[in-house]
Each structure stands twice: as structure tokens, then as C-alpha cells.
């Protein structure tokens, strides 16, 4: 049996460390038999002792969180972890006293900003106790998994951290969406859209991430698709039109060339045959991240968005912390009825408009509309339709084809678009193969 001991430590110390453990600091990734998103994280190299960012950063390397057990039932796989080549004695969690006021104040990794209490813990009948001085949480396996209080460098031998795999909510194609948690679904309504909000993002400086999508209609092609996109953070917007171009704060010029977006790192790349894919990637906080691509080809453009939120996010993705699709009133659960929860979360009056057109129709209170009229004038790529009108009409088989990496629902979601838009290289976007 592995005996583990949980404990974090001073940020300071993490960074002395960092220098001191660097031929330690190769990590190797364990997963936790019986959970489905939890996994280990070894440091090894014996006695150097490392603080939770050294874990942390590691967690997020490895596609994760820092976190703590949720359950006793977490709790109790991880104490069953047998492995003759894994061995940890002080494991990580992301678990301590947040302004003395323990058992209540505990907070974990889902947020930098946001201090959020557990919904488990399994205290020693005598602790927590002195939560002033004591303010890191551990965990003696040999003890029956009780948590306990201790000074944040009292530890020593081998070290590793408890992860769980960062959610991830997705968007693209003939509008389909992968919520966190929550079953797909496509929404072919042409509207604005809210994807996610959390008003207590970072400091209460909020966050929102809204879509744009189209109608097409004509003699031979009928499907809607996401033209736009566009996120707050704070007070600034950046806007990702379909032709790859980006706004900030509503003038390209200051799209060109940015490599920042509300004080964090924006990578841009270039995917696919022509490099016809414009990839930007935004590096949130505590392994958050956003990533937009806009197909230049077909004018598709797509979202992923990864990590735990604020416990307040809602909208089409639904949230990381639950696997239901709330409305509005964040009680009515909307799963199943596909139509009615894409309309709850059409941008409505109170809304922030982030797009810098504001008067692209329809525009709430006029509703979304699920086929294209002369009097719905829809903002597209002429450019991009004219080229797609010119592609050879595909067979379902030479669609599957094109798909054939792709598996459950994700697959029909790729026959379905590859075949709308007669593009087989679309099935290489790496949305059909999540």
C-alpha cells in the first residue's frame, strides 16, 4: 500500500526550490483507478521537498488542476493506489486555511482569484486546530484518510500532487456544442449567443464569451454556422471574425500583432493545407485557457474552452461544476430541449453587445431565426460561400470517409458538417476528434 501524506507548502519556498530540484522535476502521471478524472503527479528525487506551484504548474502540464478529494469515495481510491513502481509519501492537495477560518475556508485550484469551500473533508476529530499558524492541509494514509492542519514547510521525503483533468467546453461546425459536463447538441438558430459568463471571474472582473451564428439557404446548401466570436474580460473585448482577422476593443488596428489580452499570453498559429486555419490560443490563470480557430476556407469558427471556472459560470457550455444545463434562473434544468435553452441564452437587453456590430439582425427582442430570408441580411464571407458553392457535391460514404477518426457523437457531427459544406479537409479540425 502507498502511504501518502498530503501537505501544501509556501509559494516562496516553490520558487527556491524550482532552482534547487531541477534534475527532480521530471514528472511522471498516474492515474487513479475507480475515479474518472483524477491523476497523480510524481516529482521524483527523494527528500526535495516542493511547494503546491511547483505541483500546480505540473497539474496543468499534464492537462489538470491542483485539487483534493471531493468525496469519500475519492478519497478511498486514492488510499487504494497500489503500484510497485509508483511510491509518494507526501502527496499535494490544493487544500489550505484561507484567512485562519478553517474547517469552512478551505480553498482548492479551481480559481486564482476566487476562494471556494469544499463540499468534502474528512478531518481528524482533533483538528483542524491553531488554523493562524497551521494553515496547510495533509493527510496520513495510515490514519484512516483524516485530514490534518500542519505549518506549510513541515515536510520531507518523497513528494507528488493530486490532479483532476481540467473540463473542457466546445463549439464549432453547423452549430454544435459540447458542454463541460453536460451532452452535446446543435443549435441552428441565427442569433448572438452566450457561450459562458461568470460575473466573479478574477476578482469579480467577470468574464463572458459570446458566438455569432449564420444562416446559409440556398438551392443547394441549408445549415447555420458560427461566424464570430467574441470575449470580455473586464473592460477589454477581443473579437475573431471568420476570415481570421481579430478586434480589440472594437479597432483592428490594435488586432494586428497582439500577442496579450487582458494581461494574459495570446499565441497565434497557422493550421492545415495553405495554412487556411487561423489558431489563437489565450493562457488563462490556474490552467484555464481559451483557444479560437476560424477556418478561412469554409468561414467556420470554433472554441474550445478548458479548466474550472468560477462556480457562477452559466450559458450554453453549462459549467465545469455540474453536469445539468440550466436557464437563466440557474433552477430550470433545459437538457434535451435543444431549441428552448439555445433561445434562453440568446444575448438579450442586459447583455453586454461585444460584437462591434451591434446591429446584425436578428438582435433581441427579435428571436432567432432558423431559415434565412431577404430581409435578414446575414454578415458572412461572400468570398468563402462563392468558393464553397464551387465544391463538388460529397456522397455520405466519401463524408464517413473523411471522418473515419472520429467516433461518437463527434462522428455524426463531422458527417453532418463535411457534408453541408462539401469540404473534406474540415474533418481534420481537431473539434471532430475531441
Known sequence: MIQFRFQSALALLATVLLAQCSSALDTTKFSVPGTTDLFIVDLPGGGCEAGEEVFKSYCEEHGGVLTTPLSETESNAIRQVEDEDFFCEYMKIAAYGAGGALPNALTFYTDDSQAQELTYANWDPDHPDNP???QCVFLYNDNDGFWYNEICNNSQGNNCGLCRASPCGTCGGDPHMKPFKAPSFSFHGQCDLVMMTSQSYDHEQGIELHIRTTRIDNGRQSYSYISGAALRIGTDVLELSDDGS??????EDEGEGIDTFAGHALTMTKRGKHDSIF?????????????FRANTKTGLVFVDVKGIFPTDVAG???SPHHSKLFARDGKTDLTGAW?????????????AKLFHDKNRSPQFPQGCIYEQTSGVKATSNLRQRRHLMELPMLTVDEAEA??????GDRKQFCVDDVLATGDVELANDSFYAK
Open 402 to 407: 473523411a471522418c473515419v477518426h472520429a467516433t
Open 339 to 351: 431549441n428552448t435553452f439555445g433561445e434562453e441564452w440568446q444575448v438579450q437587453g442586459d447583455d
Open 279 to 291: 489558431v489563437y490560443d489565450l493562457q488563462l490563470s490556474a490552467g484555464k485557457s481559451i483557444e
Open 246 to 251: 481579430l478586434l480589440l476593443n472594437g479597432n
Open 316 to 318: 450554453l457550455l453549462g
Open 132 to 134: 493562524t499558524s497551521k
